[in-house]
């Protein structure tokens, strides 16, 4: 081997994995409405109720909505139509100032039909993954401990103008995981 070539299946900068790696995409199932509404309420610190239907819901299927929205991501693992899955690599710090780290960040534009109470929802999963999404609320996380655990980081905000907010993973101890984004929904709340 010459001192240019890579070890037998490493990955080279430049190039795909000299080996061919799977990775499969996890299963499960969705948190119910129920569940939203107590997600929801203890946030808002009283009972509220999210609408039977969102407003918005965006996939890797469904990336854009012409009346409300969209979701781009910064360097996503995998986006994945077959599962409708966005595999999101752990954001790590590789450098000793803030802006030195790597991984995936999704990044989603609303625009509110109405002045009005709104509960944004990250479905996700992953192992020992911790979600956060931030926006003008500032930053909110939940945590998933295996990849079929069904897990939901909420948000609500309250007004008419349009915003962005974003999403992205963590695993412990600054180490490297994979997280998956099921999809983002924005439900009015009664």
């Known amino acids: 081997m010459s001192s240019t070539e890579a070890p037998p299946g490493t990955r080279h900068k430049s190039g795909p994995p000299t080996e061919r790696v799977k990775v499969e995409a996890p299963t499960f199932e969705r948190v119910s409405h129920a569940r939203l509404t107590d997600l929801a309420s203890a ?15 965006l996939s890797a299927r469904h990336p854009y909505d012409a009346n409300y929205g969209n ?21 790590r710090q590789v450098g000793d100032s803030v802006g030195e780290w790597e991984g995936s960040a999704a990044y989603l534009y609303f625009k509110p039909p109405a002045d009005a109470t ?73």
Not at 75 to 88: E, H, V
Not at 134 to 157: F, H, L, Q
């Open 71 to 91: 979701i781009d991501v910064f360097m996503p693992g995998r986006w994945d139509t077959t599962s409708n899955l966005i595999f999101m690599e752990s954001i």
């Open 118 to 190: 709104y509960l944004i929802v990250g479905h996700f999963t992953g192992y020992q993954c911790t979600m956060y999404l931030g926006g003008p609320w500032g930053d909110n996380s939940a945590y998933t401990a295996e990849t079929s655990d069904s897990g939901a980081v909420v948000a609500i905000w309250t007004g008419s103008q349009q915003f962005e907010f974003g999403m992205s993973c963590k695993a412990p101890d600054n180490g490297s995981t994979m997280g998956y984004i099921e999809s983002v929904q924005v439900f009015q709340l009664n």
């Open 43 to 57: 946030l808002a610190k009283k009972p509220v109720s999210p609408a039977p239907k969102a407003l918005m819901e």
